[in-house]
């Protein structure tokens, strides 16, 4: 676990640990407003059709029941529609349904039980459709399709050369296209080519605190209490559908219960708000864990990969064509097919390469971000052909990787930053711990047969071209309160961002608190996903409590007759030479009543670049490297994972118990999908779509050896941190495919980059 | 059938005497009556176990423990743990091993140990695993629990 040092003096301790344990932490599960109703949806039953009548009168009529909303309360909206750049799903289905357990209607009433029971007095007529619940289906010729018009929104914006398309055709969502080279002229010019299709399975967040949402509409401010990951997207959404300012939304977060990209982006948001303006009191809405495995997936998908190889092994161009199972709606499916689109070709050279990936609409459970956005569906794929390659050319896997791995400072893609860790070390650690090289890497004995496998993925870390902003507030006492967007969701974001101002304020750690999130208060960021919040938030904290510190030595200077740059700031102390002046005095003395805050700015804005494919280059890489050993059982069938060694480049740690934390549970995740969890369709509807029958890795699933190693495979670089990517390795011979996963929480950094 | 049942409970060592309809569970009385939020509730069915507390010692999923059921018995909370504002031995290994990540799971698996190394003082790794097996958690990996659970078990004060 010894990354680099980190280069931090104070010893981490978690800020929402003792709340954590004591169970004294408060999510958005746990607040209750005065007056609030509580809310039930009404959900399809199947897959397509259309909505003939709705008739509600008998359910508003139950005692208890104060609102019931259907589609034509969301069609009467400025703008019912939401999505990521393409907004195709209305806050309740209007005319249409597209998937089973799409929403038709919500009732508002006192209490959970009688909103259930006002449910069951809805009668909707429905017109069935004919249904396509497979990317097949829905590519056929003459397929049935979910949208006769085209949607509101506008395809993802892409570098110079590279195709982004809003629905090309009937049921594709939208298009990717990237090429550099001639591919096919250098795949005809190798010596090998090897064409192979890969299946990715659907599987759901899981998240243990389910969607809960509470709005309150007072006059003209509409507050909403979410468990969204991203309170500003949120909030430019909500203005958008409801036809009001953005200052007349406010948008409370609290600890969030998991999210993983699940509370990413608008989902029942404007529906509670709809209720909660229909009802004239606040609403609450909680969605039960069955319902969130109804709400979203990751996407399932179908992957064709044609590589061409030389015949001493060097790889030379890859064809992708990449169709993503979309689901009924558009969620984050754009931004998903981009990413998937760009990471195929994996942290491998090529001398061309051509690229093709479509999100394709099913009448399936939507599908949106999930951590690493894209990157496992295809890392499983392109690890997994490395893997078939190197058998089919007799070479080992590891020489076959190391032979064509991108190396240090070489970019990833024509205009994109170089890669900045040293992937063939960090590979080496890994195979290094499992002992890949001590012993045959496959063996048998009697019906059990054991094989080794390894994988490589990397992830373009902290957002496209982001950009986030930051307060900290510097009280008379010297404590601090750090303010952003970003939300504590698990990954360490309260101790790592406090941390950062902590260290550039020269103060104690249990000092600095992380200020509630009040998009009414607290500063700008593009939401907690895309692994930006150490790297992208952390730089603006540190640039505000670099800010608020100038602001404190300015001021002590004027006090003292001296100038700024002959004073130094230690533990809310001013020195200047071998004396030492306490601030606290100083403050209370000029400002007297109730003292002064230091209120610093900071923010940050990666450049765009026109000449990067994705419109700026990476910030940084997150490299993963997995290594398994694996029993499989020939007579049953039993999958056993017997040594699993997952490794991460995390840099310079701010926070390195928390970059542990997110590699073995973000591993763990994958594990799970490799081996048995998945959300599975046979017919019409999801057939596992309960907290019983929908498996998730457990305690006693852990492979019997787990390691997370953390190479030292990075050299000095800017600030910059990881959030989860997941990408996967493939153990050999077994349809088990290990998916490596990264980290949400953790900063690479030159000691230069802060404030000394 | 009756409306409402009375109940004469003790929850993290004080009397209640409530009035209960015979429907209500165990969790709803923690969360909504008495507000001990600390008492999750994730899947609602006694998969994940995030609404695990402890009754007479043993864990129990609130969620679908009616609070008739209750009537004498002792019930302790992750409220109830912390005696005096000193973090129990358990709490405190999930400190110390970051045994946590978004927390929502995190009192009923301290719960859930608590129990564990009552009846078994000294559980070996695979009875660790086995154990954890009643607590859904989908961010750590478990790793780090087991490693609090083990540390906690040394110190031989679970």
Redesign the interface.
């Known amino acids: 676990m010894d990354g680099v040092a980190s280069p931090f003096r104070t010893p981490v301790v978690?800020l929402?640990?003792?709340?954590?344990?004591?169970?004294?932490?408060?999510?958005t599960?746990?607040v209750s407003v005065p007056g609030m109703l509580h809310a039930k949806v009404l959900r399809s039953p199947y897959p397509h059709a259309g909505i003939l009548s709705i008739d509600t009168v008998r359910a508003e009529a139950l005692p208890g029941v104060v609102a019931a909303v259907t589609g034509a309360d969301a069609a009467r909206l400025p703008d019912p529609y939401y999505g990521v750049a393409i907004r195709d799903q209305p806050v309740v289905a209007i005319d249409k349904v597209r998937y089973v357990g799409d929403v038709v209607a919500a009732v508002a009433a006192i209490d959970e039980e009688t909103a259930y029971r006002a449910l069951a007095l809805i009668d909707v007529q429905y017109e069935k459709l004919p249904a396509v619940m497979t990317i097949e289906a829905a590519l056929a010729d003459g397929a049935p399709v979910l949208f006769d018009t085209p949607v509101a929104g506008e395809p993802v914006k892409l570098g110079g050369g590279l195709i982004s398309l809003k629905e090309p055709r009937p049921n594709v969502l939208c298009e990717f296209g990237y090429t550099h080279g001639d591919a096919d002229a250098v795949l005809a010019r190798s010596d090998h080519i090897f064409e192979d299709c890969f299946h990715f399975s659907r599987i759901n967040?899981?998240?243990?605190?389910?969607h809960v949402n509470i709005a309150r509409v007072t006059g003209e401010l509409i507050e909403l209490w979410s468990c969204n990951q991203d309170p500003f997207v949120l909030r430019s959404d909500i203005a958008r559908i409801f036809g009001r300012p953005a200052n007349n939304i406010r948008i409370h977060a609290s600890?969030?219960?998991?999210?993983?990209g699940g509370k990413s982006f608008c989902k029942m948001e404007p529906l509670v708000v709809l209720l909660a303006m229909k009802a004239g009191r606040p609403v609450r809405l909680c969605l039960?864990?069955d319902e969130s495995l109804l709400t979203l997936t990751k996407h399932a998908g179908i992957l064709v990969l044609k590589t061409g190889v030389t015949k001493d092994g060097r790889l030379t161009a890859r064809k992708s064509e990449i169709q993503l199972d979309g689901g009924a709606y558009s969620d984050a499916s754009a931004l998903t097919v981009v990413k998937t689109g760009y990471r195929i070709t994996g942290p491998y050279r090529w001398d061309a390469v051509a690229t093709r990936a479509y999100a394709v609409r099913t009448n399936t459970v939507p599908a949106g971000s999930f951590r690493g956005f894209g990157g496992t569906q295809a890392s499983f794929a392109s690890e997994s052909q490395i893997d078939m390659i190197a058998r089919r050319l007799g070479i080992d896997p590891y020489d076959f990787r190391c032979k064509n791995l991108l190396a240090l400072g070489e970019p990833f893609r024509l205009g994109d930053s170089g890669i900045d860790s040293d992937l063939a070390k960090g590979l080496d650690e890994v195979v290094e711990r499992l002992g890949y090289r001590q012993r045959a890497r496959s063996s048998a004995q009697g019906h059990k047969a054991r094989g080794m496998g390894l994988g490589i993925g990397i992830k373009d870390g902290g957002g496209t071209g982001n950009h986030a902003q930051a307060l900290v507030k510097l009280l008379p006492s010297g404590r601090a309160i750090v303010s952003a967007a970003a939300v504590e969701?698990?990954?360490?974001a309260t101790t790592t961002l406090s941390r950062i101002a902590a260290e550039t304020l020269n103060l104690p750690l249990d000092w600095v608190r992380y200020g509630a999130i009040d998009t009414d208060s607290t500063p700008l960021d593009n939401g907690t996903h895309a692994s930006c919040g150490t790297v992208v938030t952390g730089i603006a904290v540190m640039r505000a409590a670099a800010d608020s510190r100038a602001q404190v030595l300015e001021f002590a200077a004027e006090r003292l007759g001296c100038t700024a740059a002959e004073l130094a700031l230690d533990n809310w102390t001013v020195r200047r030479g071998n004396f030492a002046h306490p601030l606290e005095p100083m403050i209370a003395e000029h400002y007297g009543g109730a003292g002064f805050e230091f209120i610093g700015r900071g923010m940050v804005k990666v450049p765009n670049d026109p000449k990067a494919p994705l419109t700026a280059p990476a910030l940084f890489w997150m490299p993963n490297w997995v290594g398994a050993e694996v029993e499989v059982d020939r007579e049953t069938g039993k999958v056993q994972v017997v040594h699993l060694v997952v490794g991460a480049d995390s840099g310079r740690s701010v926070n390195a118990?928390?970059c542990?934390?997110q590699v073995?549970?973000?591993?763990?995740?994958a594990f799970g999908q490799s081996l048995f969890e998945e959300l599975r369709y046979d017919g019409v509807a999801p057939s596992n779509a309960?907290?019983?029958t929908y498996r998730?890795?457990?305690?006693?699933d852990?492979p019997h050896c787990?390691e997370?190693v953390r190479p030292r495979a990075g050299r000095p670089r800017p600030v910059r941190l990881g959030n989860p990517a997941r990408h996967p390795g493939h153990a050999s011979r077994i349809q088990g495919y290990l998916t490596s996963n990264s980290m949400p929480g953790y900063v690479r950094t030159t000691p230069q980059d802060y404030p000394q | 059938m009756t409306d409402t049942v009375e109940i004469a409970v003790t929850i993290n060592g004080r009397v209640h005497r409530l009035t209960v309809p015979p429907r209500r569970v165990l969790a709803d009385v923690l969360r909504e009556d008495l507000q001990l939020l600390g008492c999750k509730i994730g899947c609602d069915q006694a998969v994940c176990g995030a609404c695990t507390v402890l009754v007479d010692g043993m864990p129990v999923t609130a969620c679908t423990t009616f609070a008739f059921e209750l009537d004498g018995r002792a019930v302790t909370t992750i409220e109830g743990l912390a005696a005096g504002g000193i973090l129990d031995p358990v709490q405190r290994a999930f400190l110390e091993h970051s045994a946590f990540q978004c927390g929502f799971c995190t009192p009923g698996m301290i719960l859930s140990v608590k129990a564990l190394l009552a009846r078994h003082p000294e559980p070996d790794e695979r009875l660790i695993r086995q154990w954890l097996n009643a607590n859904i958690c989908r961010c750590t990996g478990y790793q780090m629990i087991v490693e609090a659970v083990r540390t906690t078990a040394r110190m031989g004060s679970g």
């Open positions: 978690a929402d640990g003792p709340d954590k344990v004591t169970g004294a932490a408060r999510y599960f746990d967040h899981f998240h243990l605190e389910p600890y969030v219960g998991g999210g993983f039960s864990l969701i698990g990954q360490g118990v928390a542990r934390g073995e549970g973000a591993a763990l995740q309960t907290p019983l998730v890795p457990l305690a006693g852990l787990y997370v």
